[in-house]
């Protein structure tokens, strides 16, 4: 059996970030497993697979939204999952909402009362969800005027419209006919949201139900299927589960900070998945284990430039 | 300021668990958090707080699931959040389905060809889910003759009532009439199910819209209001908003297995908590990290201890 | 293949932590293999294997110090191996001085101007470091006039022999003449004693090399040998080395917080172990993840009272 | 106060990785640290500190090596910590050995029978260590013709006088006169090769002892002073003893998968290092989560092109 071997790092000044990641390839422990990850993702898009992307909503707080954005809008996500945190965040930044990098170890009582809300070493302020329900209410009326019955994705595909904003996850999903999933869509202010508006307009109804044939028609036994899950939960779930209905994933991505040994979604490996037939036996897959909001940005720009040198992708 | 000291642990010939958890108290680390989590819960009882209990479908599969239902029995849960496939295990279980305990690194391709699929050192069969199949369809089809458009937790108090299994989940909720919520009710086999079953009854509805009014009705701003969160996700957020929007927790106790320094959810301290409101900033409260599978069962043996010599709580 | 199943556990009022280990045996996840735990350290005695003990400092800080020398005191530990901190924090502890418990997060610059020194939610004051110089510089002295080059074992025999306290690791190693190694011996402050010492008496040697004929002494080829692993680093190492250059072991349970995912000797598992031969093919081994603070307690009362009922220990 | 906003980040063509950890800067979560740890890196180089690096063993098995002995090369590391493995690794690696890339969850016993030792996803044959061997006993003889009794790190220099291989870390530490400390020198075959050779030349001492004085004057007090850890265990804990006996960083970089929970020595942050005066109560420091294999290389590309553009260093 031929191995790769270890090979010595060195730097070189100005470095590009592929060829870092190629020297990962080679450093061994994650970065081994990234460099893998990096050359899965590419043979999705080399070999037509309908893309299944994952996150949580922190990711949504963080940067990593853009970069979301962008994959829907080059053909690389063909099937979002999220949280409804990610959905509201997506449309906070939208209508122009700033969130605030501080530290870990905050004086959280301070923080309270200055109306700032800590997610990490990340920030949102009360003002910011306060316009965002003042966007909401109007947003939802002009919806209920269309339809009074909306599945979620259908829902977010209506509130995708609306935005204009081409780093939202939602305008580029809505422009380019991606649906976005979120099985949990009452969980957060937008849950909120949605009750006052129902309070008033009892025949509002979100269809969660009707949701599953959607989920079911976003691809087919016989596409190739891929999917990168970014973290755990129901977004990871969601995904797998829907791939699974469909026959398994031949490609499957896990980036998480959890592990295996609590038997939580977010620890679940690649691995593990291949009992249940969510990843198919013989695929080609790969957890990768550490903070997504460093190796996501790494593991695709070697990706996208592979994808970009092949012309399988335009520029950004 | 005076500060409790280290005191050396030895064992004795046939300890109790509460003396034990006690002396865990003065060992440190983690269990110092662990007596301190004891002492909380205990308090949330004496001082009549509404108690929310969350945790993961992972913890349904094992063996937690039969404290949790006995909690429910006792009057120590007063809601309670979970995903879908915690409550798709608990009904296997309640209809006699037996699920596995193996290694967490087996030979998983052997696994699935064995029809076993896995949740870290745990295996549910693929006849488990076939049998669970067979037992909803009658069971949605009962259910949709009483009413055609329940919320979530009307349709798992319906659920509840038609399961005859003393250390059930949702038999213990529905016998004590305690909400039990599921923000993504329809992420997984169970959603599948309702789904087949709105194909033939388009008129089925399952409202998470108004399921939110039943969250807010869970406790009252006045309440003193306690949460016991197991692990992360949605079950975890929704508890913690729900209470939130009624002015957030007095006691708090999180369980879990992640760090906070990915800003998941999971591994949102109860310091995090206090920014948001979601932790009153003069709460009592403790983040304890580790396994619940061990921990849960042995902080929550100190506290009923406690209760019952208070007379707080009556015999298992 | 036959399979334990997974079986719900209640609480029953006053528990003993036996039957609650054995239960958490059928919970499933650590729980699992925590009951593995105590049986493969119960089948050390049963079949005579020579047991290494291994422990990080940062346990000696906390009260399983007590544990550890009890462990020792009754023969169930047959070779210990630790760093600096847990030999310097034991002889604190012998010569009066109380650590104290505080919180994770507190105000680190406060403490620092008080002279409270953080281990997590533990503190050390600098007045403990002080009279910990005082005692070290005369007990030096002693031991100097006896034998001027001494192997680190030797040395920690002589300062075990000084102290008078029964919970105190290395007053119990020197009365049951069981050899505590401790491989990097001046990293911490007795290194800065032993420097000081050989500043004014150059021919005072400490032999680290010699030491290795100790440990391989410590046991024999054909002798059945066990390890308890508690954490990582030297520690760990040094024992499961030394056990690999006389055969392996026969039993092997390893307790830690890290993961294996970045190939640090923390995360190594038993399983990993077995590529060196460090942990025979056939040996009855399980890694247990989580808080050894909560676990290691809970694991050897299990283990201890089986012990008792079998005649093979003691009253403690 | 001002605080960094999030920024949304997104993939261009043949992004430098200067560039994108600037960007990661703005992303948030474990990217903010690691920016972060780039400019204190630089503000190390640029303040004329004397930078302490200290790496655990496996980090010299990954390829991680190559980088280390550059930075010593290029005057950025004036003093390394390390342990005996990553002193045999070095050495291995210069004499011609190569070390595998496998995976994470292979078959443990067939690796065995081959004879291939596994550390992660990483593996070193049998071979390796017998030739390892042959090499040390004739360089072991050539030193104590030199001399008989050396310090540790005397020890060190002389092995690496004897190597000609540019990437290795004791070839350049020698070379450029920079002290390396190994607190446990005897912890792996080498210790074990030490052994041999004292047992046939009983005048031969590695004298760990007078190391201390090495350690001390590897600093003074007056000057600025700066860490680098990654990882844990001694190797960490060394370094920011004998800084602490110098008065303190002014600049720290702590790089770990551990948490702080369980407080073990990988665990403890840069905070906590504060309560010791370990790290300065007022010095630019950060602690920063996740695999190193990826971390550091992206961290160093940053700091070093900084570095090269102010004019600081010179090619690699």
């Not at 100005?14 to 990641?21: F, I, R, T």
């Not at 945190?85 to 122009?96: H, L, S, T, V």
């Not at 605030?100 to 170890?105: A, E, N």
């Not at 909306?150 to 991606?178: F, P, T």
């Amino acid at each position: 059996m031929w191995m790769e071997k270890v090979r010595d790092i060195k730097w070189k000044e100005g470095m590009d970030v592929s060829g870092l990641v190629d020297m990962l390839g080679n450093v061994g422990f994650q970065g081994a497993e990234l460099s893998r990850a990096a050359n899965i993702i590419a043979d999705m898009k080399r070999n037509g697979a309908k893309t299944y992307l994952t996150f949580t909503s922190n990711m949504v707080t963080s940067g990593l939204r853009g970069l979301f954005a962008q994959l829907i809008k080059l053909g690389l996500a063909d099937v979002v999952v999220t949280t409804t945190g990610g959905i509201e965040e997506d449309i906070m930044k939208a209508i122009g909402e700033d969130f605030l990098i501080g530290r870990y170890s905050p004086d959280d009582m301070a923080l309270h009362e200055k109306g700032m809300n800590r997610i990490g070493n990340l920030m949102i302020t009360n003002e910011s969800y306060a316009r965002f329900e003042d966007y909401m209410l109007p947003a939802l009326r002009k919806i209920y005027k269309k339809q009074k019955r909306l599945a979620v994705s259908e829902l977010l595909h209506e509130l995708g419209l609306m935005l204009k904003d081409e780093d939202s996850i939602l305008y580029q999903a809505a422009k380019n006919r991606v649906p976005v999933f979120c099985p949990a869509i009452t969980d957060g202010s937008l849950g909120f949201h949605l009750f006052m508006f129902q309070q008033d307009h009892p025949d509002f109804i979100v269809d969660v139900v009707r949701d599953f044939s959607n989920l079911l028609a976003s691809s087919s036994f016989d596409d190739k299927k891929g999917v990168i899950a970014l973290g755990g939960g129901v977004s990871k779930h969601h995904a797998i589960f829907g791939i699974l209905l469909n026959g398994g994933c031949d490609y499957a991505v896990y980036m998480t900070t959890s592990s295996p040994h609590s038997g939580s979604m977010g620890g679940a490996t690649t691995s593990e998945g291949k009992t249940w037939g969510k990843v198919k036996v013989d695929a080609n897959e790969v957890t990768v284990i550490g903070d997504v909001s460093i190796m996501f940005p790494l593991v695709m720009a070697r990706a996208m430039d592979a994808m970009k040198a092949e012309g399988l992708i335009g520029n950004g």
